[in-house]
């Protein structure tokens, strides 16, 4: 088994020299082909210059084959190229940034909860050469990619850190997405998460967690609000006891602030001194009466 796997490699290894060497000589029946063209051109001069010079955008780069190969220089542009029209061939490719939604991915996180989450990718080609010969459709791969790391990345998360740290997910998205794009000639600039949908009734416990946890800290606050209050009329009521004077004040006070909502109530004051005797003796009395109840059980 393992020298099958070696002898492969070796091959493999071989076929790949072979095709190294053909790269750096195109035979001689491209040189044939390609003298040819130049004394088309040259025939058909000046109206050969309308086939041969090409213009590109600031924004865009021609990659050029001649028979099959890529020429070398790399890419052409922007502004005026030439092409020889019978055996050149170019591809224009865009190196301005493109966004694209990643459809939503349904994901069960680590905590066993099903989510569905969309995403935004924003990249540009700046390479385009390698974005033209070392993979078919960069912007088609790139999307079947950024699908794929987003269901890996959020499927290592909980639901708690898939809400709370979308910046730290979208930063390990846009890292393993550049890393894995680099060889395409593709630059991954941003990821951002779009959207993270939880079931209905998953929903509806998250509120109704929310909302008891709330009434609970009302509660408290109502609590500790009493609670103050209740010191600060503790201080009030010993501050009239040492005045007297402060209670008729306060009594004043009160009357004024009644009358002055214009309703139709009616107050009679009545001092409290006056009660004060009589409460006295209605204590006394109690207590003769208590002891008056006492003698006649003892006898």
């Not at 680099?182 to 998250?206: H, T």
Request: overall charge negative; some cysteine.
């Amino acid at each position: 088994m393992v020298t099958s796997v070696k002898m492969d490699s070796i091959q493999y290894t071989g076929a790949q020299d072979s095709l190294d060497s053909s790269t750096d000589s195109p035979g001689l029946c491209a040189f044939i082909l390609t003298f040819i063209s130049y004394l088309l051109i040259a025939a058909t001069f000046p109206f050969s210059l309308c086939l041969c010079i090409k213009v590109v955008q600031e924004y865009e780069r021609a990659v050029i084959f001649r028979l099959g190969r890529l020429l070398k220089g790399g890419a052409k542009g922007p502004g005026i190229f030439f092409i020889v029209p019978c055996i050149d061939s170019y591809r224009k490719v865009d190196l301005r940034t493109v966004s694209f939604d990643v459809p939503p991915q349904e994901i069960l996180s680590l905590d066993s909860v099903p989510v569905s989450v969309e995403a935004v990718i924003y990249l540009r080609v700046c390479n385009p050469t390698n974005a033209e010969t070392n993979v078919d459709d960069y912007s088609h791969s790139t999307r079947l990619l950024a699908a794929t790391t987003l269901r890996n990345v959020l499927g290592t998360r909980n639901l708690a850190e898939i809400l709370s740290e979308r910046e730290s997910i979208s930063a390990t998205m846009q890292s393993s997405l550049d890393d894995a794009t680099d060889p395409w000639g593709v630059k991954v600039e941003r990821v951002e998460i779009k959207d993270v949908r939880l079931p209905v009734q998953l929903q509806r416990a998250m509120a109704a967690e929310a909302e008891a946890a709330r009434e609970a800290r009302a509660k408290v606050i109502a609590a500790e609000g009493e609670q103050r209050a209740s010191k600060a009329l503790k201080e009030a009521a010993e501050v009239i006891n040492e005045s007297p004077a402060a209670l008729q004040l306060r009594y004043m006070q009160t009357l004024n602030a009644i009358s002055a909502e214009k309703n139709s109530t009616i107050i009679f004051p009545l001092p409290i001194d006056l009660l004060s005797h009589y409460i006295k003796d209605g204590n006394g009395k109690k207590k003769s009466k208590s002891k008056k109840d006492l003698l006649s059980d003892d006898e």
